[in-house]
């Protein structure tokens, strides 16, 4: 696919975390993958969207293999490069019929 070649050759290696239940029943379902993280500058930043938001793209591919619970959603984490970030949004994105890619509105770090 031509996502997963992409992230491959560019991308950087990033953690997608979900918490399961709380207190001291919590656990944590993580996957990891390959990501492109864009950061955006204050100037940058779209209307709306808070200081400190970056968008993340991510393959479907290595969500599958690991029988994640994916899709990502609201709440998820993201731990890349020493930073923890919360997943604000997620829009998936298809090839056909098949899931391609996911893109992340992530806040935080």
């Known amino acids: 696919m031509t996502v997963d070649r992409s992230l491959a050759r560019s991308g950087q290696s990033a953690v997608l975390r979900r918490v399961i239940g709380t207190g001291e029943a919590q656990t944590f379902a993580d996957v990891t993958l390959r990501t492109f993280i864009r950061d955006f500058a204050p100037a940058d930043l779209p209307q709306g969207l808070p200081q400190g ?20 959603r609201t709440g998820d984490r993201l731990i890349a490069n020493g930073r923890t970030r919360v ?21 935080g770090g």
């Open 53 to 72: 938001t970056s968008e993340v793209r991510i393959s479907n591919t290595e969500i599958s293999a690991a029988a994640w619970p994916g899709p990502p």
């Open 87 to 107: 997943v604000e949004a997620c829009e998936t994105r298809r090839k056909g019929e098949a899931i391609a890619m996911h893109v992340l509105q992530v806040v």
